[in-house]
């Protein structure tokens, strides 16, 4: 439901505007006013404060409604700490009008989410773009905005799942270590406090505290609402009004006035360190130092500056720690916030090495940025970087929805069009200005795990500025075109598919259509070797494929990225024992190169010695890193039981000690062998979707990709399916708040299978979703989870198929998580599903797949994955309407055949001892 701590992007997505005309105020529907429009994005007011924006985007078939109320762990008072992010969970318990949140969400096909920060929390789902789902959804956050339940017994439910959440943040030493060093580098501000709270303020608020916070701070006065998608405006308009309208304005006098946060952090005036000694297999080292807010005239150089140290392979950090070996990681950030925030830096040593050493390296590498100006080259690499990103944005209205969030938490959604324009004046005397004001070891604050001068000098940081004067006249830049109004349904996108296949045997799908800021979608993957041919060269495949991208005959690793920046392009090449895949995103006239340049990295990459060694130590030191974390032990346990093939075989799952073993034995010869024995097309599948010339990338592919075929055979390595004994297993991992479980069993049956349409959707309902039967009771009535859901999943070809449960929790909750999912699991096969609760969750589960499919990236991945199987999309369709027939009875029918509880594995792992109850 939420996600607490995640970094505040500096600069995360752009916005346009669609050829929709603006609705002049004469055509208001009473009550609003229009206030601003930048880009396509226009602000409306309602009468009660209610701020609300529109994004129209006809080329997107999903809509997402987004409200943000302007209340983070910034405005928590003492015994408070962790009560928004609480809250925030709360706000699903339900309404009088709407009292199952989950329920309805699945019913509506709405990918859904709530997050907290330290200036906001919201709350969006995204759907299928229809009035319908557009009315609920506007009722329904309305509605919640001030009728929520906020009750006691939903509090002692979802203060569990909440602590759990806590815990599972505790298994993380640089987690931790982050918090510590935030703790100890704030004086007053809530900043230094984490967004998930202290455990005791968890477990002891009181709900009259939550209800009276909530009743403050979730009024319309104190939020910004966000419609962006396929929508119409009028309507739009409408429905805000007729839903948000009557909300009363609250009256905001005595206890319930919302006061401007003015405790201001004091200059630091010494260098602060702390030190965390835990569990762990590697060492860490970060510095923070404070910064300017995130509206202030500074921030952009300040971004700049954090890339300059951050960027991989090119960044400060990364050459002065990893390139020489002192460090297996390294990297940089920063807190883009309301009030002065924070940069921090970090790196990662392996158990054995120096971290002392490669601490002092690292506050070595960031003071050197105020001794002299950074180059042209870094500062044009990090805007290039910055600015690429954002104009790749312009095709993603859904991100920009949630976007909007941060910068309307900084003071104004404006500001993000401001910041781009200052990125773009950046210059290195800008950095250099930047550096020499704030990293000063006086304003930084270490952290290991594992004074200063006697007059230091002080880092002034400014306070916010006055964001209304800032962008009171700003009116931004010319919009991009629109995208035509493309249905994704499975008939449209096969009517629309062209198919071909090359001499070489490389099969193409092409899905051309107009999109928003011409965007193009490119997905292909590679298939490779035979079982016998395969033997032994697991290790030697897994790094042929992470070398692609990591310099080519005529390109380094960086200028890989410069180029793709360039372009304004993302993606990505990788490759395995089996296959090679990429997917690259990018617009219709750099289409050509970016294919260039995919060729490139797969036909000519350099397999440099130095980059290899690189790539082993950040291996190594990953690998290591999770020896002792529960999830990562039992996964591969669990991987392992369920494996039946020998050492050497393409699909043995081997130990981390082998793991280990055999990287530390593998040499870059044999990554180049791989790729010149086993690379070709042969047994590849590419699409493209979106905005192209069909007829010129056609050609392209065919003068790319032709004739370049392995000299190694290809047949598919086939997956055995087997009887699996069923196995009990505990895992102890010392000194770790969180356990993890995995259930599952093995199922012989391939997606043709008569039976599959009734298993999805059995799954769906027992443990697929927000409103599923595993996470109503474990999470929602029992509270002992912060996740727990059930997979199910059968192959095409092959008929090993697999049914999968995971949970995680708190070490003395493990035999209560365990009875309760085996009770929930019996009580579905032995009494079935009542006829509500099965329509509601069929047409749930159908409108997700509709849903799904308004992502290009989505169906390039469908159309080339039929490709591979040699089959139409209509099999899609065909299944869906299979499931769309099925009745509750032939659900559990089907479950009963293939799931058998007593079949079931079950391992566990955490800090069991002395907790579990015997």
């Not at 569990?279 to 300059?308: K, L, N």
């Not at 016998?532 to 692609?548: D, E, I, R």
């Not at 969750?841 to 080339?864: E, F, T, V």
């Amino acid at each position: 439901m939420s996600k607490t701590g995640r970094f505040a992007a500096a600069v995360a997505g752009f916005v346009s505007a669609l050829a929709v005309p603006v609705t002049v105020e004469a055509q208001l529907p009473a009550g609003v006013t229009e206030v601003a429009s930048v880009e396509g994005i226009t602000e409306y007011r309602l009468e009660n404060g209610l701020r609300f924006l529109l994004f129209p985007d006809q080329s997107n078939q999903r809509i997402t409604v987004n409200i943000t109320y302007l209340v983070g762990s910034r405005h928590e008072g003492y015994g408070e700490t962790g009560m928004a992010h609480l809250l925030e969970h709360l706000v699903f318990k339900g309404t009088p009008n709407h009292p199952d949140i989950p329920k309805e969400l699945d019913e509506h096909g709405a990918f859904p989410n709530g997050t907290t920060w330290f200036d906001r929390t919201n709350y969006f789902e995204t759907f299928p773009a229809t009035d319908e789902n557009l009315e609920w959804a506007l009722d329904l956050e309305a509605d919640r905005m001030v009728n929520s339940f906020i009750a006691q017994e939903d509090l002692d439910s979802e203060m569990t799942v909440v602590r759990n959440e806590w815990e599972a943040g505790e298994n993380s030493p640089q987690g931790v270590l982050q918090k510590r060093v935030l703790s100890a580098a704030y004086d007053w501000h809530n900043y230094g406090n984490s967004t998930i709270g202290a455990r005791a303020d968890i477990e002891n608020v009181p709900i009259d505290r939550l209800q009276a916070f909530y009743r403050k701070y979730y009024q319309p006065d104190n939020a910004i609402l966000v419609v962006a998608g396929r929508f119409d405006p009028d309507r739009a308009l409408e429905l805000v009004a007729e839903k948000f309208g009557p909300l009363p304005r609250p009256d905001r006098t005595g206890a319930n006035q919302l006061f401007n946060t003015y405790t201001a952090e004091p200059a630091q005036d010494g260098e602060r360190t702390v030190t965390l000694r835990r569990v762990g297999d590697v060492q860490f080292a970060m510095a923070a130092y404070h910064m300017p807010p995130g509206s202030h005239e500074h921030f952009a150089a300040v971004d700049v500056m954090t890339h300059i140290l951050s960027a991989r392979p090119a960044g400060r950090l990364y050459q002065a720690l990893v390139e020489p070996g002192l460090a297996a990681n390294a990297f940089a950030g920063n807190f883009q916030l309301r009030e002065p925030g924070i940069l921090f830096a970090g790196t990662e040593v392996r158990e054995g090495d120096s971290l002392d050493e490669a601490a002092d390296v690292m506050l070595g590498t960031i003071q050197a940025l105020t001794d002299e100006p950074p180059t042209e080259e870094e500062v044009e690499r990090a805007k290039t970087d910055f600015l690429s990103g954002i104009e790749l944005s312009f095709n993603n209205p859904q991100g920009i929805a949630l976007q909007l969030s941060e910068w309307a938490s900084m003071g104004d959604w404006r500001l993000f069009f401001l910041h781009r324009d200052r990125l773009e004046r950046v210059t290195p005397e800008a950095v250099h200005q930047v550096a020499q004001a704030y990293l000063k070891p006086s304003n930084r604050t270490i952290g290991y795990f594992y004074p200063a001068d006697e007059t230091p000098a002080r880092a002034e940081i400014p306070p916010p500025p006055d964001v209304g004067a800032l962008v009171a006249s700003y009116t931004g830049r010319e919009a991009v075109a629109e995208g035509e109004a493309f249905e994704p349904t499975i008939e449209n996108i096969e009517a629309r598919t062209a198919r071909f296949e090359l001499p070489s045997g490389l099969k193409v799908a092409f899905l051309a259509k107009e999109n928003r800021g011409d965007a193009v979608n490119v997905r292909f993957t590679l298939r490779h070797g035979t079982e016998s041919g395969l033997m032994g060269q697991a290790t030697a495949g897994s790094l042929a494929g992470a070398m692609l991208m990591r310099g080519t005959e005529s390109r380094s690793r960086q200028e890989i990225s410069d180029e793709l920046d360039r372009l304004k392009a993302q993606g990505f090449v990788n490759g395995g024992a089996t296959t090679a895949s990429g997917s690259f995103t990018t617009v219709r006239e750099n289409l050509p190169a970016v294919l260039r340049l995919g060729a490139e990295i797969l036909q000519e990459p350099a397999f440099d010695a130095d980059e290899f060694e690189l790539l082993r130590e950040e291996r190594l030191a990953g690998i290591e890193s999770q020896m002792s974390e529960p999830q990562a032990l039992v996964l591969q346990a669990f991987q392992r039981h369920f494996s039946d093939y020998p050492a050497d075989h393409p699909r043995y799952s081997p130990t981390f000690e082998e793991q280990i073993e055999r990287l530390e034995a593998a040499t870059v010869d044999e990554a180049r062998a791989f790729w010149q024995g086993f690379y070709g097309v042969q047994g590849g599948t590419m699409s493209v979707v979106g905005d192209f010339d069909a007829a010129e990338i056609r050609a392209l592919i065919e003068e790319l990709f032709g004739d370049w075929t392995a000299s190694e055979a290809y047949a598919r390595v086939p997956v055995q399916y087997r009887e699996i004994a069923p196995l009990t297993l505990d895992i102890e991992t010392p000194d770790k708040a969180n356990a993890m479980m995995f259930a599952g069993l093995s199922i012989q049956m391939r997606d043709d299978h008569p039976d599959y349409p009734a298993l999805l959707l059995g799954n769906h309902i027992l443990g697929g979703g927000m409103n599923s039967r595993l996470f109503s009771r474990i999470r929602g009535e029992e509270g002992l989870s912060y996740g727990v859901s059930s997979n199910y999943g059968a192959p095409p070809i092959d008929d090993a198929a697999q049914f999968l449960a995971f949970a995680i929790f708190a070490p003395e909750n493990a035999d209560k998580v365990v009875a309760a999912f085996e009770d929930v699991l019996e009580t579905t096969l032995a009494d079935g599903f009542s006829p509500e609760e099965f329509e509601a969750a069929k047409r749930g589960y159908l409108d997700q797949q509709q849903n799904a499919r308004a992502n290009d990236a989505a169906i390039a991945n469908m159309l080339s994955n039929s490709l591979f199987l040699d089959r139409p999309l209509f099999f899609n369709a065909e299944r869906e309407a299979a499931i769309e027939a099925l009745t509750a009875g032939d659900v559990v029918d089907a479950m009963r055949r293939h799931i058998d509880p007593t079949k079931l594995t079950i391992i566990r792992g955490g800090d069991f001892a002395n907790k579990l109850v015997p």
